[in-house]
C-alpha cells in the first residue's frame, strides 16, 4: 500500500511503499475530494509533478516558547535547559531530554532525544522509587 506523508512549507515526503522515498520539495498543490489523494510538487526550474498522497502535515515552523517553565526557576542558558549527565536539571525531581536540553558537547539529533528520554526516566524512576535501579535490564532477558 502507497503511504505519503507530506509536510506543507518545509514539504518533506515519503512516497512509496518499504522503500520510502524521502523527498523536501516545495508543496504546490493538494487535489482530492473529500479528503487529499494527490499533492503537487514543484522543484525549482521543473515542470510541478503530482504524486498520490494519504496525509499533508503542516510543519509550518513554531517559535520555541519556554513559557511558565522560567517562572519556575529553572537553569536556562540561550533558551535551553541546562541538565547533567543524569538529566537532571538544577530543580529538584525535575529533569529534561531532547533539544531543550544543554550540557558540554550537545548534539541536537532524533536519536540523541530518544537516549536522553530513557536516561531521564530511568533516573527520574530511582528519585520516585529509591528501590528501583538507573538501569532496569534488557528487555530481551527478561523471562
Ligand atoms: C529543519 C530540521 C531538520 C532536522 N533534521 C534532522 C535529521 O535529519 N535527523 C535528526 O536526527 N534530527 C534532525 N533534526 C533535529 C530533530 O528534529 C530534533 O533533534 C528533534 O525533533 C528533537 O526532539 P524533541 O522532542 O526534543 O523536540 P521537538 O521535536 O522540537 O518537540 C518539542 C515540542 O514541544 C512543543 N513546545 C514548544 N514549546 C512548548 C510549550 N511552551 N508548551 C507546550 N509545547 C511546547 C513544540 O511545539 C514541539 O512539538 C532536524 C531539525 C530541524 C529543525
Request: proline share 7%; glycine share 8%.
Amino acid at each position: 500500500m502507497k503511504r505519503t506523508i507530506l509536510t506543507a512549507a518545509s514539504a518533506l515526503a515519503f512516497v512509496g511503499t518499504a522503500q520510502a522515498q524521502m523527498q523536501m520539495p516545495p508543496l504546490t498543490g493538494l487535489y482530492g475530494e473529500p479528503t487529499v489523494s494527490e499533492v503537487e510538487i514543484t522543484v525549482d526550474g521543473q515542470e510541478p509533478v503530482r504524486r498520490p498522497a494519504q496525509a499533508v502535515v503542516a510543519a509550518l515552523g513554531f517559535i520555541a516558547d519556554l513559557g511558565p517553565l522560567q517562572q519556575w526557576g529553572i537553569e536556562v542558558v540561550k533558551r535551553h535547559v541546562v541538565v547533567d549527565a543524569s538529566m537532571r536539571t538544577n530543580l529538584p525531581r525535575v529533569f529534561a531530554a531532547g533539544d531543550i536540553t544543554e550540557y558540554p558537547g550537545k548534539v541536537r539529533l532524533i536519536a540523541v532525544g530518544f537516549g536522553e528520554a530513557a536516561t531521564a526516566v530511568n533516573n527520574a524512576a530511582v528519585v520516585i522509587d529509591p528501590t528501583a535501579h538507573v538501569f532496569p535490564g534488557h528487555s530481551s532477558e527478561a523471562s
